[in-house]
């Protein structure tokens, strides 16, 4: 998994099972609520 930061907006790419990759483009508010998302069920 990569994220970097273009502007204003961060780039997240994840890798796909099969080869490719998920690009997806997100805002810091965006990026915030992703966190809260993942560490509420990752612990």
Known sequence: ME???EGRSLIMRVPLEG???LVVELNAEEAGRLKECLVGVTG
Do not use: A, D, W
Request: net charge positive; charged share 35%; no cysteine.
């Open 3 to 5: 994220v970097t930061k």
């Open 19 to 21: 080869g490719g990759r």
